[in-house]
């Protein structure tokens, strides 16, 4: 089985660039031969009229993918990102050569110029919420280039971009639910999670701090939970913001870590906080955070609630609500026998949803499926 992947990176690095590493590294492992054409970040300088026409038809970006699938007889072209500079078009090289495409659902752009939601799309009045999205240049604070994505998202749906794509895999059944709301083909939507190797070989003894750990985005809420932190019942550390005169001098935070520097972090600590203003499509962070044997407090809305069970692997409070983050936070913390039994669920949670050999077992069977449903086409 030949693979492509094709991710346009970001100006920040997050979750997505992890997703794209990782699932190469696991299809290597299975015996799966992948490459990975990655297109570097934009500068955000670029007009919304060339925002728009870059996401209709890329023109460079296609004849690029030609040249890269006439040199080797891929099976699969596996979309990730391609906003801003590439479009749905660049499938069509892959669909003239009888080449099956699919695409994993990392945000909600096709959909919403934000890629990000509060709650349900909503079935009607979709209008009002591409509205307000371009009235607060919702897409890299501009109005002009947010006005191009409703424009594109009309025009993706009248000339139907999506449905030349054989499958898109939604690492959550939110995701799907939300996509199915859009008009999205259920047939097309597969619920596949993310996964990850091990933080840590056993789960570790409960610790002594909470850790946060996202983007520094206001979406992913952490200066919010900085702000509100002061009279909680455990000290904090954050990952990914530093420490600013804007932020109090309390938490510690730790800037931007990955390998060692983070796995330490996760394994000694007590509980991982998941603080998201917006549902969140998946949760790598809870994903690692069990693959540590550690329980989560999370933000109820989106994905999250998906994985995290109370009384089991870890609670949830109320999204933005700081007296009922630290009612749940004071509930956990009480029992620490209990807290370490969550930790034992939260690792088995991790051993039987979001293991590696799992995810590439399924990631492969849907790769030889469609593979094989295009080759009964040609």
Same mark, same amino acid.
């Given at each position: 089985?030949?693979?492509l992947?094709?991710?346009?990176c970001?100006?920040?690095? %997050? ?5 794209v590493?990782?699932? =190469?590294?696991?299809?290597k ?9 990655l297109?570097?970040?934009?500068? &955000?300088?670029?007009?919304?009229l060339k ?11 296609c004849?690029?993918? =030609? ?8 099976d ?12 749905p078009?660049i ?5 003239q050569r ?5 695409m ?5 752009r *096709?959909?919403?110029?934000a ?6 799309? *909503?079935?009607? &009045?979709?209008?009002?919420l591409?509205?307000?999205?371009v009235?607060? &240049?919702?897409?890299q ?29 939604c ?11 859009a %008009? ?29 750990v996202?983007?520094?985005g206001?979406?992913?809420g952490?200066?919010?939970l ?5 009279d ?8 990914g913001?530093?420490p ?12 931007y870590?990955? &390998? ?9 600590a007590?509980?991982v906080?998941?603080p ?16 540590? %044997?550690?329980p989560?407090?999370?933000a =109820? ?12 692997? %870890?609670a ?18 009480s029992? *620490? ?5 969550l930790?034992?669920n ?14 590439a ?9 469609v593979? =094989? ?5 040609r």
């Amino acid at each position: 089985m030949k693979v492509l992947q094709i991710h346009q990176c970001y100006r920040q690095a %997050g979750g997505e660039e992890q997703v794209v590493e990782r699932e =190469a590294r696991l299809l290597k492992a299975a015996g799966c031969e992948v490459d990975t054409w990655l297109l570097p970040a934009l500068s &955000g300088q670029q007009s919304g009229l060339k925002t728009l026409l870059s996401m209709l038809h890329h023109r460079q970006a296609c004849r690029e993918l =030609a040249s890269r699938l006439d040199s080797k007889a891929y099976d699969v072209v596996h979309l990730h990102n391609v906003f801003p500079a590439l479009s749905p078009s660049i499938c069509q090289p892959a669909r003239q050569r009888g080449i099956a495409v699919v695409m994993t659902l990392h945000n909600f752009r *096709p959909l919403v110029p934000a890629a990000t939601l509060t709650g349900e799309l *909503p079935l009607r &009045g979709r209008w009002r919420l591409w509205w307000r999205q371009v009235m607060t &240049g919702a897409y890299q604070q501009s109005r002009l280039r947010t006005l191009a994505l409703v424009a594109f998202i009309l025009v993706a749906r009248y000339r139907r971009f999506w449905s030349q794509l054989d499958a898109f895999i939604c690492p959550s059944e939110f995701v799907r639910q939300q996509y199915l709301r859009a %008009g999205f083909a259920a047939d097309k939507l597969k619920m596949l999670p993310h996964a990850c190797e091990p933080v840590a070989d056993r789960v570790m003894p409960v610790g002594h701090y909470a850790l946060a750990v996202g983007r520094s985005g206001p979406e992913k809420g952490l200066h919010w939970l900085a702000q509100h932190w002061s009279d909680m019942p455990l000290p904090l550390k954050i990952v990914g913001i530093a420490p600013c005169s804007a932020l109090p001098a309390e938490p510690e935070f730790c800037g931007y870590l990955q &390998g060692d520097a983070l796995k330490s972090l996760y394994q000694e600590a007590a509980v991982v906080v998941v603080p998201s203003l917006v549902c969140e499509t998946f949760g790598n962070v809870v994903m690692e955070a069990f693959s540590a %044997g550690k329980p989560c407090l999370v933000a =109820a809305h989106g994905a999250l609630t998906e994985w995290v069970q109370p009384d089991y692997n %870890g609670a949830w409070f109320v999204p933005g609500d700081a007296a009922d983050l630290r009612r749940q936070l004071t509930g956990l913390l009480s029992n *620490p026998e209990q807290l370490a039994a969550l930790g034992h669920n939260a690792r088995a949670c991790w051993q039987q949803q979001f293991s590696p050999a799992r995810h590439a077992a399924a990631l492969m069977t849907l790769y030889r499926t469609v593979s =094989a449903r295009q080759a009964g086409l040609r």
